[in-house]
């Protein structure tokens, strides 16, 4: 993770990776990573304020958080990238083959990448590759 469990310096990063995109500054290949990923979700935009950087998005009050998705973007973005768990850069190109669009794509594995997310933390245990890439092979059937 890149700032161990520090919520706000993450989300701090998103904004200042999207502020320095606006202003035309030179970026860091990870903030040029983040600012794409921003740059794809237009109904977040409104949300990268000072204000967002303590606010708590709950499925309970009908809200989904959007540090959390855009993360599972890049996070997508970097298991494609380095095929691991391995297989998952074939799987990436066959969703987008059916989704027709890469992003679109992203969205649909983000179901499986949550549940693997949630069963690890739930269990206390890294996430099992395995259940994930098969969760993703059922989605494509």
């Known amino acids: 993770m890149i700032f161990g469990e520090d919520r706000g310096r993450l989300r701090r990063f998103y ?39 303590d606010r708590d998005f709950t499925p309970e009050a009908g809200q989904s958080n959007p540090f959390l998705h855009m993360g599972m973007h890049i996070a997508l973005a970097e298991q494609v990238a380095t095929d691991r768990p391995v297989g998952i850069r074939e799987l990436h190109r066959r969703f987008t083959v059916a989704c027709g669009d890469p992003h679109e794509a992203e969205h649909r594995m983000m179901e499986c990448l949550g549940m693997a997310l949630w069963e690890a933390q739930r269990q206390n245990r890294p996430p099992d590759e395995t259940a994930y890439l098969e969760c993703l092979r059922k989605l494509l059937d």
């Open 15 to 53: 904004l200042e990776a999207w502020r320095k995109r606006q202003s035309g500054e030179t970026l860091e290949p990870l903030e040029a990573m983040v600012a794409q990923v921003v740059e794809q979700h237009p109904e977040y935009h409104h949300l990268l304020t000072e204000e967002a950087l």
